[in-house]
């Protein structure tokens, strides 16, 4: 039998973009999921655009308060039933293959996550870009992604009994909250790494890392204090993670004009 998959999508006001996103769902090749959908109070007609679709795999869940992305996260994924935890932004859309890729990931107890290739596209211009043309690791990953990383939640997979099994997202974050999970669970777990693009990533003029320069730095800078460099994970890459921080904080006082140059193409 097939293994089933949990779809979480957080919504809060996400209405532009996410009949495509949901589209991308209802096409997938492999048929044994759910979407638990988490509407985090919208004000907008995301509500109502997923009501228009009727599918019994689908359930609706409306937060009792607005709360951060990650705290609707960990509540949304309270609510599954799924073998299988996947992650889909509102905004953004998986290609038909997505879950049925990973097969072998779903019947092979020795990875314990997984994540994949995928492709940015950039609205304004209308343009696919794929995200990075180097060899994803399998594995053991923690030091592969401590020089370079490249998990994008959309592309990312997790075994439901390691979701549980250790700390949620960190719901103080409003940005690298993907970034501290996955580094967290990859000092750990194996991953199970699929090179082809199998997502497609919308940058657009709402992109919520595109507003918030000064909180990506300042919530990395709070991630990089907190961390015990004493842990020899931690300290024999404590160099790559220093450049991170030192690269987010030229960009944290880049003048808007040179970022907006920097991105003029996109």
Known sequence: M??????????????????????????????NWELIFWDNKSTDSSPVILKTY??????YFLATEHTSLYMARN?????????????LDCDDWWNTNFLSSRSVFF?????????????????????FEKFTNKHLDSGFIFDFLAREYLVK???????????????????????????EYVMRIAEKYKAFAIQEPLANIRFHQSNFLDLNRKMFFEEYLNWFLSTD???????KNKKYF?????KLRLIRYMPSFLVNILKKNR
């Open 75 to 87: 509540l949304a994924a309270e609510k599954a039933t799924g073998d299988f935890l996947a992650f």
């Open 54 to 59: 009727n599918d019994e795999r689908i359930k």
């Open 229 to 235: 460099f004493r842990n020899e994970n931690y300290k």
């Open 242 to 246: 220093s450049r991170q921080l030192l």
């Open 153 to 179: 939640i959309s592309c990312f997979i997790i075994r439901r009994d390691i979701f549980q099994k250790e700390s949620k997202f960190n719901k103080n974050y409003n940005i690298i909250g993907d970034y």
């Open 2 to 31: 097939e293994k089933k998959v949990s779809i979480i999508i957080n919504c809060f006001n996400g209405e532009k973009y996410l009949k495509q996103t949901l589209d991308s769902i209802l096409g997938q090749e492999y048929k």
């Open 107 to 127: 019947n092979s107890p020795e990875y314990h996550f997984s994540y994949s290739n995928c492709n940015h596209y950039f609205q304004k211009k209308d343009r």
